[in-house]
């Protein structure tokens, strides 16, 4: 992958320039091939973004259909403990009108029996005489005491008789009265339990279809995130086997690059290195160097650079002065550039710059320190317009910071 327009090598038959120019073939062949295998990388890390959303917003939707579901079932339940209380209050409320319409039809006949008596005791009183009137004629025509006070007694038990019926009467016609007054508030009250039971009886079978249609959304949701998570996972596994093919091609892409550098570089720069790459664009740190978890593999990794905030089309400094050594597109890291700053402290650094939009700079140029080499982009595995800026020393990367 490395390439050095001057590179000298041993041997009379093929020439510097003939030898860089084979190898810059070699560096785009391979480039080639590499960007042909991880095609579908890039297209695969798409629909796992994708389907790792899709997992989330499943299992967000599941959570919130879950808790509509035990909402509805808890209202359910208490419109069906609520329906059996109020079956069973009016069930008793029935009984009760049933048997005091029982009482007032005995009592109704009951009165009817006692009109009768008292008719045919008028009736008989028109026939044969009134007692009071015949107590009167026994006065006058008894024959001695004693038979005056034999008669006058039985005058008395028919009067008393004749009081007692009337009496009994109006006592029943009385509770007859009340009656027909509580049987009609009972049939009120009746009425209006049957009412608020055939209401809640509604509410109930709307809260039976709720509950089965949240059931029926539940499930749904249950096999939409069995089927989000199976893709996710059938993806991940993809995305990491050709993560693990490319971590292979591009680590012997770097041990050809600096094994080609190494033979360009004099003696180089020796001293405090605070200071001394020139800051590669303007931006905020977004993401340091260092170890973290993948957000969508979850494993843990190293952060190998620093992220910069970077809007798409910022010019990108050379850190130093050096040589381009490469220049090619990742899926992962979108479009690289590697340049070649020389030895520093006695180690070949080499500074990455990824994710960019389009270069100023290319292979086998030389740069000076500041000049504008390429501009901030987003391609390959990248939310958003920014830099990810790499340095390394003898092919291991470090913490950049430690350089600015």
Not at 14 to 26: E, F
Not at 36 to 52: I, Q
Request: hydrophobic share 40%; with cysteine.
């Amino acid at each position: 992958m490395a390439v050095l327009s001057t590179l000298a090598v041993a041997g009379p038959a093929v020439s510097p320039l003939a030898h860089a120019d084979n190898l810059h073939d070699k560096k785009h062949k391979v480039h080639q091939g590499v960007q042909s295998a991880m095609g579908d990388l890039d297209e695969s890390s798409k629909a796992l973004t994708a389907a790792t959303r899709q997992l989330t917003a499943a299992k967000a939707k599941l959570v919130d259909a879950q808790t509509r579901l035990a909402a509805t079932q808890g209202e359910l339940t208490a419109a069906q403990v609520l329906d059996a209380q109020m079956q069973a209050k009016l069930a008793e409320a029935v009984q009760q009108l049933d048997q005091a319409q029982a009482e007032l039809v005995a009592g109704t006949a009951k009165v009817v029996q006692q009109r009768a008596d008292i008719s045919r005791l008028v009736a008989s009183n028109y026939q044969y005489g009134d007692p009071r009137l015949l107590g009167l004629s026994m006065v006058l025509t008894a024959k001695d005491p004693d038979e005056l006070a034999s008669q006058l007694g039985t005058v008395d038990s028919l009067m008393d008789r004749e009081s007692g019926m009337y009496d009994q009467l109006k006592a029943n016609e009385a509770m007859l009265r009340t009656q027909k007054k509580k049987i009609a508030t009972m049939k009120a009250a009746v009425a209006e339990q049957r009412k608020a039971a055939a209401a809640n009886l509604v509410q109930r079978q709307a809260l039976e279809q709720q509950a089965a249609a949240n059931q029926a959304e539940v499930a749904g949701l249950v096999s939409q995130r069995a089927q989000a998570a199976a893709q996710a996972r059938q993806i991940r596994a993809h995305d990491v086997r050709k993560l693990q093919q490319l971590k292979k091609e591009e680590a012997r892409i770097k041990k050809m690059i600096l094994a080609r550098a190494k033979q360009h570089h004099g003696a180089g720069f020796s001293g405090d290195t605070g200071g001394f790459l020139y800051r590669p664009v303007p931006g905020v740190v977004t993401s340091p160097y260092g170890w973290r978890k993948h957000p969508i593999y979850g494993y843990w990794g190293l952060h190998d650079g620093i992220d910069f905030s970077a809007p798409c089309g910022t010019p990108m400094h050379a850190g130093a002065g050096g040589t381009v050594i490469s220049e090619y597109y990742s899926s992962v890291w979108g479009n690289r550039l590697f340049l070649d700053v020389g030895n520093v402290n006695g180690k070949t650094m080499t500074l990455i710059y990824n994710h960019i939009s389009a270069y100023k700079a290319h292979t086998g140029d030389q740069v000076a320190r500041g000049d504008v080499v390429a501009y901030a982009g987003t391609t390959g595995w990248s939310t958003g317009c920014h830099l990810h800026f790499t340095v390394m020393l003898d092919g291991v990367a470090v913490d950049p910071a430690g350089y600015l």
